[in-house]
């Protein structure tokens, strides 16, 4: 078995489209081993992925690759017309061993026929709980979860040395979830893998920080990565500060030292003007001043030289990063006041309903988390609870402000701005009070300004968060169909101690058990499949 890195990266930079510098500089190895890639939204993890296929070339600095790899995508879209097969990447394959069986292929199809590709793919499907399906059959009759484990039998049947997922859980509900977190637990080759999944990241062999200084590996899993990185990030912090403190007291006697200076000058000057002392001593006073003086000064500007690079020393290991942060206002939310009353709802899109005959009530400040595989109807229960969608039978009863964000953030244009958005969707606030409102959420000066169009995943969900988390009145209840989908940690971390504070009703539909826990739910609704 060989011992060589999948992939070395040597002082590799990478940049934007418009030029703007991701990463530089940075060097790594990632060989046999589960490696978790972290980082903030537009690190440029998804960049580094590329980097390691050959998609984008650095932009400066080499990758080496040894061994094949494969890809999980971030989105599994079928095209129209796609079966199992195409996804499996073995249709041209079946093609030659289908005319050759029919005594229509030529020399070119017996070269390069693979006759033990039929026994590869039935294993393969059958590791990912797939035994029996056919290569024939369309893929957009799939769900998302078996979409999932097709592309991972592809993998399988592929066999790569190394595997590259890119947010491999995002839309995926617990049962997929837990699936894929135990595929790799026995893959036995290596896997790097962008996430912000705590539960899949705990099964990681190492963690891989990706920020604006560079990547910085630990051994072990997130839970352990977290306790360092938080440690490593108090020290940094503190040197930091102590930094500071010593510039400043560099500085001082700095400014004491030419206040005496000029006392003694001073000095010197009114005794000379007295006219009582010989031009002589005058002369070579005057020069001790003068040397003296240009001591101090340079002895002076070498400290304040230290001084500076010690703080730029602590300033560089303290990434300056700025960071969501956000508080909600009250929402005045009586402990008894009925919220939300939902008695026999039945509603389907066609003949077959997707939920029938539900009943929930949410009372005061309650914390309600729906969960259940996908498909059983949470999203669609999420718009009858919010008055977007209207029941065939049953009754919905909204009895408090309700505002609702769903997981494509629906409620914005993308040929509008971000801060035009804000004023449409809050339309009391003043431009003041909507920059105040968006710069919580990162959006400051010219940021607001750009086009929704343009933002990225994670910033779109924090745009929308911003409208519709600052609106006026507080909203009593929020609505939230998977809000974390596109965030990173840290602002993950930041939702969550904004909606742990939050003091109104909370209804939720997350996969994501970290969240749930961590925003207080008191009570879970489960839905199941019909039949």
């Not at 002369?283 to 703080?311: D, F, K, N, P, V």
């Not at 949410?362 to 498909?375: C, Q």
Request: include cysteine; charged fraction near 25%; glycine fraction near 10%.
């Amino acid at each position: 078995m060989s011992t060589l890195p999948y992939f070395t990266l040597d002082a590799v930079s990478a940049t934007t489209p418009d030029g703007r510098v991701l990463f530089d500089n940075l060097t790594l190895a990632i060989g046999r081993e589960r490696t978790g890639l972290v980082g903030r939204n537009g690190v440029g993890k998804s960049t580094l992925l590329r980097l390691l296929t050959g998609e984008q070339a650095p932009a400066s600095g080499t990758v080496t690759r040894s061994g094949r790899v494969g890809v999980l995508r971030q989105t599994l879209q079928p095209p129209r017309g796609a079966t199992v097969a195409d996804l499996l990447e073995i249709a041209d394959a079946l093609s030659v061993l289908a005319r050759i069986e029919a005594g229509e292929g030529g020399e070119a199809d017996l070269d390069v026929a693979d006759w033990t590709l039929p026994v590869r793919i039935d294993a393969a499907l059958a590791e990912v709980g797939l035994g029996g399906l056919a290569p024939d059959r369309p893929a957009d009759s799939l769900s998302g979860g078996q979409l999932t484990r097709v592309a991972l039998a592809s993998l399988l049947i592929a066999q790569p040395d190394v595997i590259l997922l890119d947010e491999p859980t995002n839309n995926l509900d617990v049962e997929a979830r837990a699936f894929l977190a135990a595929f790799l637990e026995r893959w036995r080759g290596g896997a790097v893998v962008v996430s912000h999944d705590r539960a899949l990241l705990r099964r990681m062999d190492r963690i891989v920080e990706l920020s604006g200084l560079g990547a910085r590996a630990y051994g072990g899993n997130f839970d352990l990565y977290a306790e360092r990185q938080a440690a490593e990030r108090a020290a940094a912090e503190r040197a930091l500060g102590d930094a500071e403190r010593e510039r400043g007291r560099m500085e001082r006697d700095a400014q004491q030292a030419r206040e005496r200076k000029d006392r003694r000058d001073s000095a010197g000057r009114r005794y000379a003007a007295s006219g009582s002392a010989p031009k002589i001593l005058l002369g070579a006073m005057a020069e001790r001043a003068e040397q003296s003086g240009g001591r101090g000064e340079r002895l002076a500007e070498r400290q304040r030289e230290a001084a500076a690079e010690a703080l730029e020393t602590a300033r560089a290991r303290v990434e300056q990063v700025r960071t969501l942060a956000f508080g909600l206002p009250s929402s005045g939310l009586a402990a008894g006041k009925t919220v939300l009353a939902l008695d026999g709802v039945t509603f389907g899109y066609g003949p077959a309903p997707v939920i029938e005959g539900l009943s929930l009530r949410i009372t005061g400040p309650e914390r309600v988390a729906l969960t259940g595989p996908n498909g059983t109807g949470k999203t669609t229960l999420l718009r009858l609870a919010a008055g977007e969608l209207q029941p065939t039978a049953g009754t919905v009863m909204l009895g408090a402000r309700a505002v609702l964000l769903d997981q494509k953030t629906a409620i914005l244009r993308d040929d509008e701005t971000v801060l035009d958005a804000f004023r449409r969707l809050n339309p009391g606030a003043t431009v003041n009070d909507a920059q105040a409102a968006l710069a919580r959420f990162l959006f400051r000066n010219t940021a607001a300004r750009q086009t929704v169009g343009a933002l990225s995943g994670g910033e779109r969900l924090r745009a929308a968060l911003a409208c519709v988390l600052s609106s006026a009145p507080t909203p009593q209840l929020l609505i939230l169909d998977e809000p974390t989908n596109h965030l990173d940690l840290a602002s993950i971390e930041a939702v969550e101690a904004a909606l742990s504070a939050y003091d109104g009703a909370l209804l939720v539909v997350s996969h994501d058990p970290d969240f749930l826990q961590a925003i207080g739910v008191t009570r879970e609704v489960v839905l199941s499949a019909g039949p």
